[in-house]
């Protein structure tokens, strides 16, 4: 069955670059005509829609993000990437990445277990 | 930008009881509408996709229903390990998506 891992600094400094990567197992990237995602919840907040990619590149972003985000995939390595420059305190969450449903697409489903990215100096 | 109200925010009941959660688009989503389960320490799992159709796997008891603004997710008969936050989402204007902030389901 399809699984997801996030992968990552736990800790990044204001100003700079968060980096994460989704490595995707049980299944292919490429596999899919739908889009894959990143969303992030802040710590006993609700849940925030980032970006989604396309294994062809293509992209959709969260209009209030767009400008600091970057996201990429490598379909050799099965995986995909986010980059959020310029963070603040605002930006610590948890950062989930998730998978189109091989049964119910385009909704995510199945999650990565999340990995949490706290912006402090 | 599609906002998604759910309400209540918090939700009391005992096990066996009915839970009735509510979400409201601020404009009309269609069928384009899904539930998902949060427990502490877990990622979301979906529940219900296009409003009504149930995710594999989940139980008969969880079932959705509504179209275009006003959306609910009923559980039937509350079993223990559905005390949790649900959170709506929307996908009108697919791939963009937007979430509703959460409803808590407590013990009470």
């Known amino acids: 069955q399809l699984q997801l891992q996030e992968s990552g600094p736990g800790l990044v400094k204001p100003s700079e670059t968060l980096s994460l990567t989704c490595t995707v197992s049980?299944?292919?990237?490429?596999?899919?005509?739908?889009?894959w995602g990143w969303i992030r919840q802040p710590p006993g907040k609700g849940l925030e829609w980032i970006v989604s990619i396309h294994y062809s590149g293509s992209t959709y972003y969260n209009p209030s993000l767009k400008s600091r985000v970057t996201i990429s995939v490598d379909t050799s390595k099965n995986q995909f990437s986010l980059k959020l420059s310029s963070v603040t305190a605002a930006d610590t969450a948890v950062y989930y990445c998730a998978s189109p449903s091989s049964t119910a697409a385009p909704w995510f489903d199945p999650w990565g277990q999340g990995t949490l990215v706290t912006v402090s100096s | 930008e599609i906002v998604l109200t759910q309400s209540p925010a918090t939700l009391s009941l005992s096990p066996g009881e009915r839970a009735t959660l509510s979400c409201r688009a601020s404009q009309s989503v269609s069928s384009y509408l899904a539930w998902y389960q949060q427990k502490p320490g877990q990622a979301p799992r979906l529940l219900i996709y296009?409003?009504?159709n149930r995710a594999t796997g989940i139980p008969a008891r969880f079932s959705g229903s509504g179209s275009g603004t006003d959306f609910t997710l009923t559980i039937s008969s509350l079993e223990p390990e559905d005390f949790a936050v649900y959170y709506c989402q929307q996908r009108s204007n697919w791939p963009q998506w937007t979430f509703g902030q959460g409803t808590k389901v407590e013990i009470k």
């Open positions: 296009d409003a009504s």
């Open positions: 049980g299944g292919s990237i490429s596999s899919s005509s739908y889009y």
